[in-house]
């Protein structure tokens, strides 16, 4: 397969995480391998730069790219095994971390993955393939209260209830085997004026359903306590979301290591003793431009934020 990403935000990525050529760097979401190509270039000879990525697709992709150059080391796992990876190669502590978040285009584009709305292929939704939990469980095993709750948490989606309830019906019948027989569904589901406003009407299904089987949000989480403890004094992390549930857990995670006192305000002396063990380099998120959007549609929902461990 041709793995052709286009990366977004590019140069403002690894402009605003880059700060010593001779530094160690990670890329967590090799996917295209674009950030780490840029930043491979402005790396010096004793540079070091990690990628990870959980697809072997990606991992091929990016041997392919940045050729036997001995300054990288390619880790194929999840991100989620970042600080232990890091540490098994006395790789600790990091210059700086980047995130690109989200699926990349060719895991959209190629319909066998199933992570696509406007192509028909089996149920699938893993970016790992090794793991058990696939969408054809989720949404042929759960009951109707999970599938409801799925749908509006993970996706935002109001109809999320009516959705749910023409799955059961759906998979009485028989089993909802591709994304083609879920379209279908979804949009039997959602009434015809509302199909007819905003995006796909399976856009926010699919998405709440991939986030499940991939547990993105419980990753994310996990791994960014991870970052801070992997990170040198001055380094810093970079994270693009394309989402409000993952950005709100970007903004969030950075927000609490600022160490704002968290006690109630009645209490006349801090006890929580908390301490900033990072700074904001981005106050509000970087977004991208006008004319990246224009030539890159799916960069539109992206946001950008930066911090620097003390």
């Known amino acids: 397969m041709d793995f052709h990403h286009v990366t977004v935000m590019l140069a403002e990525t690894v402009d605003a ?99 696509s709305y406007m192509q028909d292929a089996p149920l699938d939704m893993r970016m790992d393939q090794s793991r058990a939990l696939n969408a054809s469980v989720l949404v042929n095993d759960w009951t109707e209260a999970q ?47 509302a199909r007819r406003e905003g995006p796909h009407p399976a856009k926010r299904t699919f998405q709440a359903l991939r986030i499940a089987v991939n547990d993105e949000l419980g990753v994310l989480e996990r791994t960014l306590d991870q970052v801070i403890r992997c990170l040198a004094p001055g380094g810093r992390v970079g994270v693009i979301t394309f989402h409000s549930l993952e950005d709100r857990i970007v903004k969030e995670k950075m927000q609490s290591w600022l160490g704002r006192c968290i006690c109630p305000p009645a209490l006349p002396v801090c006890m ?14 970087i977004l991208p431009t006008d004319s990246e959007i224009e030539n890159n549609p799916r960069a539109r929902s992206a946001k950008l934020r930066v911090a620097e461990k003390i």
């Open 147 to 193: 599938l409801s709750d799925l749908i509006w948490r993970y996706g935002e989606e109001k109809w999320a209830k009516r959705i749910a309830q023409f799955i059961i019906q759906a998979r009485s019948k028989q089993k909802i085997e591709t994304t083609g027989d879920l379209v279908d569904v979804i949009k039997a589901a959602i009434p015809a004026a």
């Open 17 to 115: 995480v880059f700060t010593d050529p001779s530094g160690t760097y990670v890329d967590c979401t090799l996917g295209g391998a674009g950030h780490s190509r840029y930043l491979l270039g402005r790396l010096s000879q004793g540079g070091k730069l990690i990628g990870f990525d959980q697809d072997p697709v990606a991992i091929n992709h990016a041997e392919n790219i940045l050729g036997r150059d001995e300054r990288v080391i390619l880790v194929s796992k999840n991100f989620e095994h970042l600080e232990e990876s890091l540490s098994v190669r006395g790789l600790l502590p990091v210059t700086g971390v980047i995130f690109d978040l989200g699926v990349s285009s060719p895991q959209l584009d190629e319909a066998e993955r199933g992570f």
């Open 272 to 285: 929580c003793h908390k301490k900033a063990i990072a700074k904001l380099v981005t106050k509000k998120p």
